[in-house]
Every structure is written in structure tokens, then in C-alpha cells.
């Protein structure tokens, strides 16, 4: 996925099951695993400009309940990245948080122009979609 992959990401994200994040990550979100790095219940991906983030197995590690990777793109990029991932099975997430002013619909938050939309990977992270 192009547009994912030029982006910027810094992250250490936890796992239940490592093979099935890496699994996401690599065919449903296009990113590539630094397989020269990777191993001993870690995984490391190269996303744009340089950045990496890892994955490390944790088995009985709850999720975390807040966003733990965002991939900022393009703001004329955003609709049609969102709509390829959806292509590939993502699914986004609805919140309605009025204390802080975020409502989605079909997915996506508009506030003061910038869109986002946030979706889980097989391991319960929560990974943010953001214009910029």
C-alpha cells in the first residue's frame, strides 16, 4: 500500500500472536518486515521516510484502549487510502466522545479540516489513519 508506506511511524506495539500481526501488517496493510531484525518474539517494519516500529508477543497482555501507531498522509491522499483499506477487510471504528468533540461517520472524524479514522489490527491495537 503506497500510501501507508511513505508515511511516518514510531511504535512498539504488543501482540498475542505474533505470526498473525505479521500477517496484518505485511498482506492487509502492504507494509514489509525488516527481517533482518526481526526475531526471539519480535518483528520490526520499515514504513516511510525511514521509520520503523516494532511488534514484540505478549501473550495475556491486554490491548491498550488508546491509539499506539498513526500513519499521517496526504490530505488528498486520505479518502482513497481509507477506501483501499476498507477493500481490504479493515473495518473503522465509531466514537461519539462529545466531552472532546469527536463524532465519526461511516468511520471518520472531522475536526478543524483534518480527518481521521481509527481501525484494530488482529491484536486489539488501535491504529489511526490521520490527514495532514
Partial sequence: MAGL???????????E???RAKKFYTDVLGLEEDTSLSGQGMAFFSAG???Q??????P?????????????VATEAFDAIADELRGTGVVFEEYDI?????KTVNGVAVMDGIKSAWFKDPEGNIVNLVSM
Avoid at 98 to 102: F, K, R
Fill in 60 to 72: 495475556g497482555m491486554p490491548a491498550p484502549q488508546n491509539t499506539t501507531l498513526a500513519f499521517p
Fill in 17 to 19: 500472536n505474533l505470526e
Fill in 98 to 102: 462529545p466531552q472532546i468533540g469527536l
Fill in 53 to 58: 516500529f516494532t511488534i514484540y508477543e505478549r
Fill in 49 to 51: 521516510m525511514g521509520s
Fill in 5 to 15: 508506506s511513505s508515511a511516518p511511524v514510531v511504535a512498539v506495539l504488543r501482540a
